[in-house]
């Protein structure tokens, strides 16, 4: 062939045989095109086989690839058919592997996700609230709604469509830096913590090849945790009285101060506390109480205890109530109100929100404490004007700080460490421990109460420093003797003569509070 035999086969649309230039290399037509074969024998077969060349070029035929191209391309074929490398088979092979490569491509792709997309699924396998198959629960009480609402403030609008495999430790860094430059270094430790857990769950899952934070640590973000230990001195708790009612704080929460102090209950245990009645259904309760955040738990004051059947260690506790604890929920019990729905009833709620149906919040009270410990110029809109009343001789306290301070004074009077976690309701640290020791020291935590409670009366009832005995008020108000509390059985004065009959006959409590209160040591 030559060039011009070529060209005016090209244009002959009368011509259709094939155009043979030798040594197996053909012009062929196809439909409007003409492609240039080589003309094969297979060797198992002896069969005559037609081998497209130049196949993965759209335009590999005439006059895209000239002669000299088609002859260049045959030579090469040939000289791989003499190697012992068939050249069709070597296309069919090339064919599977790119399909297959393909395939994979396509179900890598369906499998990728974007990291809005593993947030959803980490969260409803693993946030969600739920029971195991040991009774405990697992998951998180909000079931993920503080992660998310941080999630959707500072994820979300900068890689929530990105695929999480694509995701690098830069990208997730440039996230933390930038809540680390707000000065919320509490808040950027959290953070990393929870991108952590999701990337740890993708991995698990093979939705991706690695966890990008496995390398960083809380120094390179917010630094170290700092462990929180401020504790009130002897002198700041005799401080107390005098700021609390410098403060303005209502009655019930000035009372809820002298409580946590006395018993050393968390917050959401205090809050969710409700005057034992049998005729009250305590499933209603905690379906109220677990909707507002708190740890229902039944006060009762005939048996002088505070039964919380559910608490934060998932375990039930039970507190006894000193002298000095039964006189601060004897002033909670003369504010309770009359029921929405039943004026002959009391609101159950010891801490009732502003619409009586249930327990206050559990940030308010941290609110109002916090409201009274700041400077006037940040002080919030409608907050106490008593801006700096709380404010002790040591600075800012917290209702946990309460908490530490009870187990602090418990130590200080000589309550061995062992009893005042019982008290407090820890986790024993030791598994071991926790498997094997299955007393709760029950003697020994009301004896520990009543010396606590012994204790912050004695404090209050010292005069505080620089000022003498006659200008104190508080130790009358905590001047109620052991030996007279000791016989309380008074329940809240509103309640109706029913529910207060109820209160004072032993026979239907323990049933109603799910504790043996007749095993109690009396």
Same mark, same amino acid.
């Given at each position: 062939?030559?060039?011009?035999?070529?060209?005016?086969?090209?244009?002959?649309?009368?011509?259709?045989?094939?155009?043979?230039?030798?040594?197996?290399?053909?012009?062929?037509?196809?439909?409007?095109?003409?492609?240039?074969?080589?003309?094969?024998?297979?060797?198992?077969?002896?069969?005559?086989?037609?081998?497209?060349?130049?196949?993965?070029?759209?335009?590999?035929?005439?006059?895209?690839?000239?002669?000299?191209?088609?002859?260049?391309?045959?030579?090469?074929?040939?000289?791989?058919?003499?190697?012992?490398?068939?050249?069709?088979?070597?296309?069919?092979?090339?064919?599977?592997?790119?399909?297959?490569?393909?395939?994979?491509?396509?179900?890598?792709?369906?499998?990728?996700?974007?990291?809005?997309?593993?947030?959803?699924?980490?969260?409803?396998?693993?946030?969600?609230?739920?029971?195991?198959?040991?009774?405990?629960?697992?998951?998180?009480?909000?079931?993920?709604?503080?992660?998310?609402?941080?999630?959707?403030?500072?994820?979300?609008?900068?890689?929530?469509?990105?695929?999480?495999?694509?995701?690098?430790?830069?990208?997730?860094?440039?996230?933390?830096?930038?809540?680390?430059?707000?000065?919320?270094?509490?808040?950027?430790?959290?953070?990393?913590?929870?991108?952590?857990?999701?990337?740890?769950?993708?991995?698990?899952?093979?939705?991706?090849?690695?966890?990008?934070?496995?390398?960083?640590?809380?120094?390179?973000?917010?630094?170290?945790?700092?462990?929180? %230990? #401020?504790?009130? =001195?002897? $002198?700041?708790?005799?401080?107390?009285?005098?700021?609390?009612?410098? &403060?303005? +704080?209502?009655? !019930?929460?000035?009372?809820?101060?002298?409580?946590?102090?006395?018993?050393?209950?968390?917050?959401?245990?205090?809050?969710?506390?409700?005057?034992?009645?049998?005729?009250?259904?305590?499933?209603?309760?905690?379906?109220?109480?677990?909707?507002?955040?708190?740890?229902?738990?039944?006060?009762?004051?005939?048996?002088?205890?505070?039964?919380?059947?559910?608490?934060?260690?998932?375990?039930?506790?039970?507190?006894?109530?000193?002298?000095?604890?039964?006189?601060?929920?004897?002033?909670?019990?003369?504010?309770?109100?009359?029921?929405?729905?039943?004026?002959?009833?009391?609101?159950?709620?010891?801490?009732?929100?502003?619409?009586?149906?249930?327990?206050?919040?559990?940030?308010?009270?941290?609110?109002?404490?916090? %409201? #009274?410990?700041? =400077?006037? $110029?940040?002080?919030?809109?409608?907050?106490?004007?008593?801006?700096? &009343?709380? +404010?002790?001789? !040591?600075?800012?306290?917290?209702?946990?700080?309460?908490?530490?301070?009870?187990?602090?004074?418990?130590?200080?009077?000589?309550?061995?460490?062992?009893?005042?976690?019982?008290?407090?309701?820890?986790?024993?640290?030791?598994?071991?421990?926790?498997?094997?020791?299955?007393?709760?020291?029950?003697?020994?935590?009301?004896?520990?109460?009543?010396?606590?409670?012994?204790?912050?009366?004695?404090?209050?009832?010292?005069?505080?420093?620089?000022?003498?005995?006659?200008?104190?008020?508080?130790?009358?108000?905590?001047?109620?003797?052991?030996?007279?509390?000791?016989?309380?059985?008074?329940?809240?004065?509103?309640?109706?003569?029913?529910?207060?009959?109820?209160?004072?006959?032993?026979?239907?409590?323990?049933?109603?509070?799910?504790?043996?209160?007749?095993?109690?040591?009396?």
């Amino acid at each position: 062939m030559t060039a011009l035999a070529v060209k005016r086969y090209a244009d002959d649309r009368s011509v259709s045989a094939p155009l043979h230039d030798g040594g197996g290399l053909y012009l062929r037509k196809r439909d409007a095109s003409a492609l240039w074969y080589l003309r094969l024998t297979e060797p198992a077969t002896g069969a005559q086989q037609w081998h497209r060349m130049f196949p993965d070029d759209p335009l590999g035929g005439y006059p895209h690839r000239s002669l000299l191209d088609a002859r260049a391309e045959a030579k090469r074929l040939w000289d791989l058919r003499s190697e012992g490398t068939d050249p069709r088979a070597l296309r069919l092979k090339t064919i599977a592997t790119r399909r297959q490569a393909d395939l994979d491509e396509a179900a890598a792709e369906k499998r990728k996700v974007t990291v809005r997309v593993l947030f959803e699924r980490w969260c409803a396998v693993d946030l969600q609230p739920r029971v195991g198959t040991d009774g405990k629960r697992i998951g998180r009480k909000d079931a993920g709604a503080y992660t998310r609402a941080q999630f959707e403030r500072r994820v979300f609008p900068k890689i929530g469509h990105s695929a999480a495999d694509e995701i690098k430790r830069g990208d997730l860094l440039e996230l933390l830096d930038a809540v680390k430059s707000e000065g919320k270094l509490r808040t950027a430790n959290i953070l990393l913590t929870d991108l952590k857990q999701m990337f740890r769950f993708a991995l698990a899952r093979d939705l991706v090849l690695r966890n990008p934070l496995d390398t960083v640590a809380k120094r390179d973000v917010g630094g170290p945790s700092v462990q929180r %230990d #401020r504790v009130l =001195t002897v $002198e700041e708790i005799r401080q107390l009285p005098g700021s609390i009612e410098a &403060s303005g +704080l209502h009655a !019930r929460f000035a009372a809820a101060i002298w409580v946590i102090l006395a018993t050393g209950v968390r917050v959401g245990e205090l809050l969710g506390a409700v005057w034992l009645d049998e005729e009250r259904d305590p499933a209603e309760l905690k379906t109220i109480a677990d909707a507002s955040g708190v740890k229902l738990g039944f006060v009762n004051l005939k048996r002088r205890t505070w039964h919380l059947p559910e608490t934060k260690n998932q375990r039930d506790h039970t507190i006894h109530l000193s002298a000095f604890a039964i006189e601060q929920f004897e002033k909670l019990a003369e504010l309770t109100v009359a029921s929405n729905d039943d004026p002959d009833r009391s609101v159950p709620w010891v801490f009732p929100n502003m619409a009586n149906d249930g327990p206050v919040g559990v940030k308010s009270f941290g609110k109002q404490l916090s %409201d #009274r410990q700041k =400077t006037p $110029e940040r002080r919030l809109p409608h907050r106490s004007k008593a801006t700096t &009343s709380l +404010l002790l001789s !040591r600075g800012r306290w917290t209702a946990h700080d309460l908490r530490r301070t009870a187990a602090t004074r418990m130590a200080e009077i000589g309550i061995s460490g062992d009893v005042i976690d019982e008290c407090l309701n820890h986790m024993i640290e030791s598994r071991v421990r926790r498997t094997y020791i299955r007393d709760r020291r029950i003697t020994e935590q009301r004896k520990a109460f009543d010396a606590l409670g012994a204790r912050i009366h004695a404090l209050l009832a010292a005069p505080a420093s620089g000022k003498p005995e006659s200008q104190r008020r508080v130790g009358r108000r905590h001047g109620l003797s052991e030996a007279r509390l000791a016989t309380a059985t008074s329940s809240p004065k509103h309640l109706p003569q029913r529910s207060r009959q109820v209160r004072t006959e032993g026979t239907a409590l323990t049933a109603h509070s799910g504790v043996d209160f007749d095993k109690w040591p009396q």
